[in-house]
């Protein structure tokens, strides 16, 4: 009898789970921002990187700085679309109410916002992919060849992570603060805080500090290609660090949705 219950129940949580996926998609899919902001993404990285891959000095065989990070510059613009985009997935089901009925056919709180970050990473990483890619190629097509094919992969791949890190980071803020333009507030200004401030110190070991914690600046480190042993943290560490942030606001924003009355 215990057996079959145990069945039973996993059924329903299999089944649940894709009853709530189904659900997210369809209200993310349908939702009129959605699609454009997809296209924001790939319009606002690729125009920037196009423009600064244009301006970079450069003679025919050289560049000055690093190029390839150069030409990801736009990734720093299209950071603010994702955003945007994943807390409209939460926020503006709070701005409209629906977030009652969503909960009512929905109960398990947890499942409601896995789902939701699952989603918003099958509708992110494709227009990360093809924003990165295109600039990466524009900016191969328009500058001299610099680093390594190893190198430039390890920077566009970990800029689309970087991408997909925002958007879950951005996700779980919309969690935690339930209104739609405070959670792009904060996410902005948790980018954008700690280069700030770091520019600000007067100690350069509290500004290496600084750049080292920082969601932006820690992240961004994967697409450097030259003077790797002058960052202020490694590439890889560095979306550590980001993927730290992103998780523990989902965690945080999970937690509150399970405890706090919709």
């Known amino acids: 009898m215990s057996t079959t219950l145990v069945l039973q129940d996993r059924t329903c949580t299999r089944g649940s789970g894709a009853r709530y996926l189904r659900a997210e998609w369809t209200k993310l899919r349908t939702a009129p921002e959605t699609w454009w902001l997809v296209l924001g993404i790939v319009v606002a990285t690729v125009a920037v990187s196009v423009i600064v891959a244009v301006n970079m000095p450069c003679t025919t065989a050289v560049c000055g700085g690093d190029p390839t990070k150069a030409v990801l510059t736009g990734v720093q613009l299209g950071q603010a679309v994702v955003a945007i985009l994943a807390v409209l997935a939460v926020g503006g089901e709070y701005g409209t109410g629906m977030i009652h009925a969503t909960l009512a056919a929905m109960p398990r709180r947890t499942g409601v916002l896995a789902a939701k970050a699952v989603v918003v990473t099958a509708v992110t990483v494709p227009a990360a992919v093809t924003a990165v890619a295109v600039s990466a ?51 902005l200004a948790l980018l954008f805080l700690f280069p700030i401030l770091a520019a600000a110190a007067p100690d350069p070991d509290w500004e290496r500090h600084l750049l080292q914690i920082g969601p932006m600046t820690a992240g961004l480190a994967v697409q450097a290609t030259t003077g790797l042993d002058k960052l202020p943290i490694g590439p890889w560490h560095g979306l550590g660090v980001l993927a730290v942030w992103a998780f523990g606001a989902l965690l945080a924003g999970g937690a509150a949705l399970a405890v706090r009355d919709a």
């Open 137 to 187: 190629l524009v900016g191969r097509s328009v500058l001299p060849a610099g680093a390594s094919t190893a190198t430039v992969l390890r920077a566009t791949g970990g800029s689309v992570l970087y991408l997909l890190l925002i958007g879950l980071l951005a996700l779980g803020v919309a969690a935690l603060v339930r209104n739609a333009a405070a959670a792009i507030g904060v996410v």
